[in-house]
């Protein structure tokens, strides 16, 4: 079974989880070990917070505690990205239930430590208490502005066009394969690549930064609720109708295939899934041809999936059948429930 | 009963929470309601991070909701003090029960908003999530650093003072009263006073600005897990000798009583009892004529209670009847559980 967190005790654990995440950083001024960090920033301060439940946000049978502390960073550093930041530093508060090893708590510790090398950011604090109920992973991530000024969700104009960048759906797909109750035979590789995205999510920091350090794009949003949800919210704060292509939504060819052996309809995953950890949001027409060659230039795919009309505001999918209005169904943790747990 | 938070919906709750906190920040450039909050800070920035659990750390028997909700910041406040910040912004995280209400939750955030409204920090962001388990409150505070430096636990100089804010064990004292066996007859304004701090602690922001900005504070640290605790690990990272002076520990005439009513050595209140938030630490022996003066004209109590000593790190008491080593007996998440909860 191995050595329990309560046998070991708060300042034992603390102790071994410093020795995991500790770093080099020229803006820290003050590390872990005082009552709180201190760090040198020289632009507007970019800050956001997640909490992870487990049972809720995941379950240990679809996802392993290296990768679970590596997605858990991902999932503020996304948050960043969207608003052009660059992060930076991170604090991780976690709740403990009286019976948790030592053994996973280091191992979520690790993945958090993966995402913070590759992505250059340093753990500088957190919190380690009990708790009678599930594990909770809370991480607060702050960064730097990037450019001028922060990419909002508010700013899409008529005329412009939409884009999403690498592709949506896979965790979702991951997802659904894992807990069907139909046993279906999916490749190997395209089951690794499906387990990839949800479990490795890649933060769009590299896509951010080139967003907000040239002119041009004039919203964004980061996929976490569902592309549609995301959409939505965009619609909603910058007053427009968003008309998506829906042959245009960029899936992994694993998707489609396990889309269609499971006969679920493949925009269902890509709309309405989440946990893609992509940037969606609106150019100006003016700035496309700027915007793709550097984000190509950098690794980045883009796709541009609609364009922003006159009319209600709203969002719209364009497809071989017609136009219709694209519900939200983006996840919501209280009346969803039911179906995610 | 009243609504629950799963029938007013995620989005719905967030919604009323945004109402009860929104305030004017001019340093805010971008609040509540994107990806993340964007502030403008001119110095460095202090950042900490604490969870609260429902059981462990609070019990709704003994905290009314507002009260709960104004002392879940007061705890990362006095953080940003004890490092000579002044604390700004704020994001909150809650894990709520699945049956948690409406009510409870905007209750706490009223307090919250209470105590940013008294130390003029803004809640800019947060997120909102269920659990099967008890309520977490995870409360992360972001500030600027006041002085030239941050006061740290890791400069005590052998001939300093030791100091200590306000009063401690009040805290402590008020639990063991709600909590006993046994019916004991406290007066009205003596129990009044036991419940003040334990459900209103006042964060010594007043006082770290003060010890930040003057020459001659060598270490500082917050009250939070007991005046020993704290002492010891600045002992530790000062590799001091503290001698403290039992006699001249601050206690409310209020604790002496109810320790004599419950037979219990009022120094336990003090030096063991935790949650008092008051700043500790220690003062250059030239610097103590400065800071008494500055301290008293802002309202700030300030205690001298021992000395920095030669000889081996640790932490002495002196005591009318000899000179004891005192015991750390912080208190820690999981080993002491049983005792707390």
Redesign the interface.
């Known amino acids: 079974m191995g050595l329990l ?7 034992g ?1 603390i102790e071994r989880l410093q020795a995991i995440v500790w770093r080099s950083d020229a803006r820290l ?2 590390n872990i ?9 020289d632009r ?10 487990e ?3 995941f379950r240990d049978d679809l996802i392993d505690p290296v990768s679970l502390g590596y997605k858990s960073l991902v999932a503020s550093l ?3 990205a ?2 052009g ?1 660059r992060p930076l ?1 991170t ?5 403990l239930p ?1 019976e948790e090893r030592v053994e996973r708590i280091e191992a979520i510790y690790r993945g958090l430590a993966e995402a913070c090398t590759q992505y250059d950011v340093s753990i ?11 594990l ?1 992973i ?1 991480v ?1 991530v ?1 960064g730097e ?1 990037l450019g001028a000024k ?1 990419l ?3 700013g899409a104009q008529v005329g412009d066009v939409v884009f999403v960048t690498g592709d949506v759906g896979g965790a979702a797909a991951y997802l659904h394969l894992k807990t069907s109750s139909e046993a279906l035979r999916v490749s190997e590789s395209d089951e690794w690549l499906l387990q990839q995205r949800h479990q490795r999510p890649v933060p769009q920091i590299t896509a951010g930064s080139i967003l907000a350090q040239y002119e041009g794009c004039t919203s ?3 996929v976490s609720d569902g592309l549609s949800s995301e959409l939505h919210e965009i619609a909603a ?1 910058s007053g427009v109708q968003l008309l998506i292509d829906s042959e245009r939504l960029p899936t992994l060819p694993a998707v489609r295939h396990y889309a269609r052996l499971a006969r679920v309809n493949p925009l269902d995953f890509a709309l309405f899934g989440g946990e893609d950890y992509q940037l969606v949001g609106t150019l100006d027409r003016m700035a496309v041809g700027t915007f793709l060659p550097l984000m190509q230039a950098q690794g980045v795919r883009v796709s541009l999936i609609g364009q922003v009309k006159r009319g209600n505001a709203g969002v719209y999918l364009q497809t071989p059948t017609g136009i219709h209005q694209l519900p939200k169904k983006g996840y ?4 969803a ?1 039911d179906e995610r747990t």
Chains 1, 2 share one sequence.
């Open positions: 967190v309560r046998e070991l005790g708060e300042f654990l001024l003050v070990g005082d009552d709180a960090a201190v760090v040198r920033y507007p301060v970019v800050m956001t917070t997640d909490a992870l439940v049972g809720i946000h996304s948050d960043i969207a608003m930041g530093h604090l991780v508060a976690l709740a009286f500088v604090g957190g919190d380690v208490v009990s708790t009678a109920g599930p909770v809370t607060t702050t502005l922060p909002l969700r508010s964004a949003n980061d704060a919501d943790h209280f009346a429930r």
